[in-house]
């Protein structure tokens, strides 16, 4: 009997293959998620800051299914605030979700529908339990490139428009070179 070759997940080729999604987030894609607009105005729209490789196996929406996917970050920040991804609520609310380290050092601000915050490191080897009803957003506070994998149910969709709306109540800002929740 064969044994098959797995999929394999690393730094910069995650994943191949049927199912596999690529998107990226430009400085142009994130709009309004930074509280400096001046800086922001002041820097190329093109410049990219993060990527998200995805492993998509059943139809969006499916019950039951499960979803993986890569995102790095790269290094960098808008007037101080660490470059991060757009951050959701899922738009099945109570669908939760596992983050682990992989790749450089980072944050994970985390959100409640109270709009409570609070944050956990991350690191190689991090590990993290997003519960339902929770907003994720994830930044990265080192000098390189920072991946981390997720997991997700199939079913769980991602909501934007509140975040986008309303943001985190707290934003992770470089205050002389220590990373701080405000
Ligand atoms: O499913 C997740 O929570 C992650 O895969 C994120 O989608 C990914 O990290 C990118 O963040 P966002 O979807 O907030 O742009
Ligand atoms: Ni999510």
Do not use: C
Not at 26 to 35: A, H, N, P, T, Y
Not at 50 to 67: A, D, R
Not at 134 to 161: I, M, Q
């Amino acid at each position: 009997t064969i044994i098959n070759e797995p999929k394999r997940v690393f730094r910069d080729d995650h994943l191949g293959g049927e199912g596999v999604d690529k998107s990226i987030r430009k400085l142009k894609d994130l709009r309004g998620i930074f509280k400096d607009e001046r800086a922001f105005e002041n820097m190329d729209p093109e410049t990219l800051v993060y990527e998200v490789i995805s492993y998509l196996p059943v139809k969006e929406g499916t019950q039951g299914g499960v979803y993986f996917g890569v995102t790095s970050i790269f290094p960098g920040s808008v007037g101080g605030e660490y470059f991060m991804t757009k951050g959701h609520f899922h738009a099945m609310i109570d669908r939760t979700e596992f983050y682990w380290g992989i790749k450089g050092e980072g944050v994970l601000i985390l959100m409640d529908e109270q709009r409570r915050v609070w944050a956990e490191k991350m690191f190689p080897g991090s590990f993290h339990y997003i519960p339902g009803r929770v907003a994720h957003r994830v930044a990265n506070t080192g000098k390189e490139l920072l991946s981390f994998a997720a997991s997700w149910p199939s079913d769980a969709g991602h909501n934007y428009e509140e975040i986008a709306r309303n943001g985190f109540a707290k934003r992770l800002i470089d205050i002389n070179g220590v990373a701080s929740l405000i």
